[in-house]
């Protein structure tokens, strides 16, 4: 199951228009989630129903209406909706361990992204057991290209399996983008062996995927959010360490999460999903692209 978070905004809107893609090459049925704090409908300590039913209204409101984009942009896909009760990040973190990946907005109007900007997406990406996908506010033309961030640490590989998975969905090229500060020390034919060593030990269940292996010498989010320019989906790990996650989340990561020109996954643990349906085409999965992602 993929989980998209919606919050009414044009972000939001946008988020669900990747979630439809991701779920239709997945085949995976799709949620539609939207959270409704409480304590949002209170004066102190009294709850005020007219506030309450007016959120509630809205929540509902907000679902059936992505629950329509969805009808209208790809039929074939399962979608069921569902409101949650607390803030948003905690309330889509304890609906990740039954999902396959949790779709959100970069920038929305409160429900989601309101507090601080990228303030959910980060605690999401820094906290949540399943990748997450912090979709770009605007529409983009699709450039068939996944770059994916690679290091020298066990804590990419996960990020890496996830990123084969989606240029192979895709029919995307991927590029493996290592970079290293200029001011650094070191021998660049090691450096690319060990890149090159990375991506075997992968590559074999994805001979169809076109591997590009990009080694610079630049600030990591300076090369990431370069190559993101002209990419799809922008793959990088998350350390994913518990309560904390959101606090220690990687520098490079939470860096390009802001920055990114395109969408952005964080991925701490993945493991290919189990699928139903016949959709077929280039790779075995029809392509689908609405509106952009």
């Known amino acids: 199951m993929i989980i998209v978070g919606v919050d009414g905004s044009a972000a939001s809107r946008t988020a669900v228009k990747w979630a439809i893609g991701d779920a239709f090459r997945m085949r995976l049925p799709l949620r539609i989630v939207h959270a409704m704090d409480p304590s949002t409908s209170q004066i102190g300590k009294n709850t005020n129903p007219d506030l309450a039913d007016e959120l509630l209204g809205r929540g509902q409101r907000i679902l ?9 942009c790809c039929p074939a896909v399962e979608v069921t909706t569902q409101e949650a009760e607390g803030a948003a990040a905690p309330a889509l ?3 990740a361990k039954d999902a396959a990946e949790i779709v959100v907005g970069r920038c929305g109007l409160g429900g989601f992204n309101g507090l601080l900007p990228g303030s959910v997406s980060v605690d999401l990406a820094g906290q949540a057991t399943c990748p997450v996908v912090v979709v770009s506010g605007e529409l983009r033309p699709a450039y068939e290209e996944v770059v994916v961030g690679v290091n020298t640490s066990l804590v990419c590989e996960p990020a890496l399996a996830y990123a084969f998975e989606q240029a192979r969905l895709r029919g995307a090229t991927l590029r493996a983008v290592h970079a290293l500060a200029p001011e650094a020390a070191y021998d660049m034919d090691e450096v690319h062996q060990i890149v090159h060593d990375r991506l075997e030990a992968l590559r074999k269940p994805y001979t169809q995927v076109t ?3 990009d080694v610079r010498s630049e600030q990591p989010v300076d090369a990431l959010v370069d190559a993101s320019e002209q990419a799809d989906l922008l793959v990088v790990g998350s350390h994913g360490l518990g309560t904390l996650g959101s606090r220690l989340f990687s520098s ?3 860096g390009v999460l802001f920055h990114a020109r395109c969408s952005v996954a964080a991925v701490h643990s993945w493991q290919p999903p189990t699928s139903s349906g016949s959709w077929t085409s280039r790779h075995g999965v029809r392509s689908f692209s609405p509106g952009g992602p």
Do not use: P, T
């Not at 059936?64 to 209208?72: I, K, N, P």
């Open 64 to 72: 059936r209406e992505a629950e329509a984009l969805v009808q209208e």
């Open 93 to 95: 973190r304890e609906l």
């Open 211 to 213: 591997v590009m292996e």
């Open 252 to 254: 490079v990561s939470r």
